[in-house]
């Protein structure tokens, strides 16, 4: 097998092939920073591009763009808090409050090398287990996504500030709004009252691009002007105490995002949460999460990278695709005439090889990509800032137009721009509402699947060990949150 | 406006922007044209999608980009599709008979009726297969039969979607094997049915041919029949459901190009002469061959035809999905 590895990178190490990385590489950030662009589509666009490669060469170029985009949607959380997509929105939380404290640097940095770090080793993970985690990861039924999802869910208790009351009353409420739309298994329109647009549910980018960048443009509107603080190019690099409390993130992070990736369907989202809440439950000073905490900055990126690299994992060896961009990744391998799955390292070696040999590049040029710019992207928060607010205003608009060239989006994302300004205003938690937006279709679905499984028999999710083993995880998880709120509970009847 | 200039800008743009409109029959397309496909990105549907695509723009001279829109079996995708301006720069598939039975199924409230688009050209026509896991249990489509007699309502049957070709495929088999019940289970796309039958939570699928064909080639997957009147030779070695004792178990997915209805017949007729010239490029027709997705262009009065006869075909099968007594 090393001999195979060895040989992969002779091969991927040609020009050709390091200049397909590297365009890949490039063209991925350039569409994870454009908002509204999401890896899925910007994958699909390109990959006519790619006909004119042969199928090797293809292959390395769409894996490339596929990561790239998932580190260059964090340049946007940072600097302007607009998720560029679904996998950044955690990220804004604090890597946008450092940015605000002049250290936006830093944040891109341990961003380039938390990402780096996810991805190296969820690819030396992809070399040495491959097979037997991929299978040990199709265990996951219906049933057990069910768990898997409701107990993330539960873990929203982590994401509350000061409020428990307001950190649930906003995970209802993304929920709630994750009804709207289309009925996943039966068909009939909910809570759409009769505009077409809303049956495709309620456009989750559109909602967080308002929820976040344009709360913040209006947050800033009426701040006194002047906040950010000029950085010297020495505090770009984290200080020693952040270094320290980084490397634990950092590989926490990547522990979860590499197994949450081997698991098809999870979606980028929620490890990039998961991974944030593990780390503030860990941290012995959980205030500092929010206010600009460097953890809360690596944890997620480590764990976004180190997913996608994973998510390759099912891909490779079984064929089949975790999320959209690798379906379409999957398409693409059709198009060109290979077939993902337990054959192909069998009768292709040559091209599996040099594929994954192409990711430990893939991720050293990405990092060598990004970490020279950083300095260069921190300079655009001193432009003047009346200038940067339209400029951000404008992209925002632009990018929620092209989600689906539907001028409604933008009208959700101005809307939801006026509601996460009342929000915040309230001190109202912002995260909770998404996760719930993210994790209630999901739930949904996996439940109703899971009953069609078992004819209507709700004993399934209690009589397989896995899906049993999760929704205990997560009852413990809520009892522990309860136990919590015990105390204040008593010491004052009323809540 | 107070200057002259000014006045005289606007009423530019107001002459230009008319002329625009008016322009459009004759120099389209002047702008990209996007091609809707109502499932995921990767599956069959969307594949046959971008091959087509990345060819008809270059006879085209404008970009044709596919744009996914997927959601409850594709009603979504073709809501969207018929709200659309007919002006020919939005189009998509029509996935038949999923399309039809969104209209049919009450349920669904479909707010489109089957005329809501005009057909211009169908590109696949994909014969329905049996399979299942390599070792499962079952080797002939008479074993499954028969344990589905045994046990009714026990085996878990996945189908791509509710109300599709293969939901309606299941119940034509319950048809012609009176006792045999199967405990259907919608999942979303051919993706997750090779997810969960891999997973082994779900012991049989229904599906097309285009999507397993290679593997069940390479032996991964075992083919129990294809739903054809002859065999299909992208799975050489699978018996049709004549072969197997089911000869009235004839099931297809066509996959066909469609407008808004109101498009303007000169647009039409353009976006049908680009779009065959397309397929019948020998890069199409390799390509489409390597993914293992039977082409079939029909065009005009015989697609029309098809069109309405699958539409009747349909009704029956999705009356009796929604009086069925096991959903």
């Known amino acids: ?495 | 406006m107070k200057r002259p200039l000014a006045r005289v800008a606007v009423a530019a743009a107001a002459l230009l922007a008319a002329a625009g409109a008016i322009a459009q029959a004759d120099d389209f397309p002047s702008r990209p044209v996007q091609l809707m496909v109502a499932y995921p990105p990767g599956g069959s549907t969307d594949v046959g999608a971008r091959v087509v695509a990345a060819i008809a723009e270059k006879i085209l001279g404008k970009p044709m980009v596919v744009v996914n829109k997927a959601g409850a079996g594709g009603q979504v995708g073709w809501t969207d599709m018929a709200r659309q301006r007919p002006d020919g720069y939005f189009i998509g598939y029509v996935n038949l008979p999923a399309t039809n039975t969104v209209v049919l199924d009450p349920e669904r409230k479909a707010i489109f009726g089957i005329d809501a688009f005009v057909p211009i050209i169908n590109q696949v026509l994909d014969p329905g297969l049996v399979w299942v896991r390599a070792d499962s249990p079952y080797k002939t489509l008479k074993d499954l039969v028969d344990a589905a007699k045994k046990a009714p309502n026990t085996i878990r049957t996945a189908t791509t979607g509710i109300l599709s070709d293969d939901h309606l495929a299941i119940l034509m088999l319950e048809e012609a094997a009176p006792g045999a019940v199967f405990r259907i289970v919608h999942l979303e796309g051919g993706a997750a049915q090779l997810k969960e039958i891999m997973g082994g939570h779900v012991d049989v699928a229904f599906d097309n041919v285009g999507s397993v064909a290679p593997r069940v080639r390479s032996g991964e997957l075992r083919g129990l029949a294809v739903m054809d009147p002859q065999r299909s030779k992208f799975v050489p070695d699978v018996p049709t459901t004549k072969e197997a004792g089911y000869p009235s178990v004839i099931s297809n997915s066509t996959r066909g190009i469609a407008a808004p209805k109101g498009t303007p017949q000169p647009v039409l007729k353009k976006l049908e002469a680009a779009l065959r010239k397309a397929m019948e490029d020998p890069e199409h027709v390799q390509k489409m061959d390597a993914a293992g997705l039977a082409l079939k262009i029909m065009v005009g009065e015989e697609y029309a035809r098809y069109y309405r006869e699958t539409h009747a075909q349909a009704k029956k099968y999705t009356e009796w999905a929604k009086n069925r007594p096991h959903k």
Not at chain 1, 165 to 174: E, K
Not at chain 1, 382 to 407: K, N
Not at chain 1, 435 to 461: C, H, N, Q, V, W
């Open chain 1, 1 to 495: 097998m090393l001999q195979h590895l060895v040989s992969g990178f002779a091969a991927a190490l040609t020009p050709a092939y390091l200049a397909y990385a590297l365009v890949g590489c490039t063209l991925g950030t350039l569409i994870g920073v454009l908002p509204g662009l999401g890896p899925a589509a910007g994958t699909a666009i390109l990959i006519p591009l790619t006909f004119k490669l042969d199928p090797t060469g293809a292959i390395i170029m769409l894996s490339a763009i596929y990561y790239g985009a998932m580190y260059g949607g964090t340049i946007t959380s940072v600097l302007i808090n607009v998720p560029g997509e679904a996998a950044s929105v955690i990220t804004c939380i604090d890597g946008h409050q450092m940015a605000r404290q002049g250290r936006a640097g830093t944040a891109l940095g341990i961003a380039a090398i938390g990402s780096f770090v996810g991805g190296m080793v969820a690819t030396i993970a992809l070399v040495l287990v491959a097979p037997p985690l991929a299978r040990l990861a199709l265990s996951f039924g219906p049933p057990e996504f069910f768990a898997l999802m409701l107990f993330g869910l539960c873990l929203v208790s982590g994401l509350a500030g000061r409020s428990m009351l307001a950190a649930l009353l906003m995970t209802v409420l993304g929920l709630l709004l994750a009804m709207i739309g289309i009925d996943p298994v039966r068909g009939a329109p909910r809570f759409a009252f009769d505009i077409p647009d809303l049956y495709d549910g309620i456009g989750f980018i559109a909602v967080v691009m308002g929820l976040f960048g344009i709360s913040e443009i209006l947050l800033a509107a009426e701040a006194p002007v002047g906040e950010v603080v000029r950085a010297r190019l020495s505090s770009l690099l984290p200080s020693r105490e952040e270094w320290r409390r980084s490397v634990g993130a950092i590989l926490r992070g990547t522990g979860i995002g590499f197994a949450l990736g081997l698991i098809p369907g999870i979606g980028a989202i929620v490890p990039t949460f998961m991974a944030y809440i593990a780390e503030k439950r860990l941290s012995k000073t959980p205030e500092r999460f929010g206010k600009g905490a460097i953890e809360g900055v690596a944890a997620p990126e480590s764990a976004n990278n180190a997913y996608a690299n994973a998510a390759m994992i099912p891909f490779l060896t079984l064929g089949i695709p975790s999320s959209p961009t690798i379906a379409v990744l999957m398409g693409a391998f059709i198009i060109n005439g290979i077939t993902p799955g337990p054959f192909l390292f069998q009768e292709r070696p040559d091209l599996v090889w040099t594929v994954i040999a192409s990711f430990f590049i893939g991720n050293v040029i990405l990092l060598a990509l990004n970490l020279p710019l950083v300095g260069l992207w921190a300079k655009l928060l001193h432009l003047p800032f009346p200038y940067l607010c339209a400029g951000v205003l404008l992209f925002c608009v632009v990018g929620a137009y092209s989600l689906q060239q539907s001028i409604f989006d933008v009208w959700v994302m101005i809307a939801f721009g006026i509601i996460g300004y009342v929000f915040r205003k309230l001190d109202l938690p912002l995260a909770p509402l998404v996760l719930g937006l993210i994790l209630g279709p999901a739930i949904e679905k996996s439940m109703r699947t899971s009953l069609e499984m078992s004819a209507g028999d709700y004993s399934i999710f209690f009589t397989r060990p896995l899906c049993l083993g999760l929704l205990i995880a997560a009852a413990a998880v809520l009892a522990g949150a309860a136990l919590k709120l015990a105390p204040s509970v008593l010491r004052e009847p009323q809540l």
